[in-house]
């Protein structure tokens, strides 16, 4: 059975470090750069395992993502998707950091519409929760994470990019 590992979360809440870890541990083909080879959405003639990742905003867009499962389910893929959360601190302060908002108020309101989005479309689907802060600091968090998707972790580093952010307040 082809295998599609679908990483779906807000701006800056790891989708690409988590992209990049299930390229090492499963094989697949894909990207976990910004512009990915499968952006066109043609899952088509691709090998057994792919990785494909959208962040929610995706270039602006906010994307369906039971169109783009349908697509893949189309082409013969058993689709797992992995949602990634980030602690709304450090999700906020990275969101700004990087450029994808300008300011605080703003960075609220669209990882408000990024969870409103990914619930109402991923709530009939068998989705893999992935929370950041336990998962890039944690070994055996890590390796229950990847046994439970029948891999092995990978042999990488994972940056933990709250800690520039200091603590999470209390």
């Keep these: 059975m082809k295998r599609a590992y679908f ?58 993502l039971k169109r783009i499962a349908r697509r893949m389910l189309s082409c013969g893929y058993e689709v797992k998707f992995v949602r990634m959360h980030r602690q709304r601190n450090f999700l906020v302060r990275s969101q700004i950091r990087v450029g ?14 990024a969870g409103q989005l990914m619930d109402g479309q991923l709530k009939d689907e068998l989705v893999v929760d992935a929370p950041y802060g336990i998962f890039v600091t944690d070994h055996e968090f890590r390796a229950e994470f990847f046994a439970h998707l029948g891999l092995h972790e990978p042999a990488m580093d994972f940056y933990d990019g709250n800690a520039r952010y200091g603590r999470q307040p209390a």
Excluded: C, K
């Excluded at 959405?41 to 867009?61: M, Q, W």
């Excluded at 994808?100 to 519409?113: D, G, K, N």
């Design 7 to 64: 990483v779906v979360g807000p701006q800056s809440s790891g989708t690409r470090m988590m992209t990049r870890a299930l390229l090492q541990a499963s094989g697949g083909y894909g990207s976990s750069e910004h512009n990915q080879p499968m952006d066109d959405l043609n899952f088509e003639a691709r090998p057994e395992t792919i990785v494909f990742r959208r962040s929610v905003p995706h270039s602006g867009r906010w994307p369906d």
């Design 100 to 113: 994808h908002v300008p300011r605080e108020s703003q960075a609220h309101a669209e990882i408000e519409r």
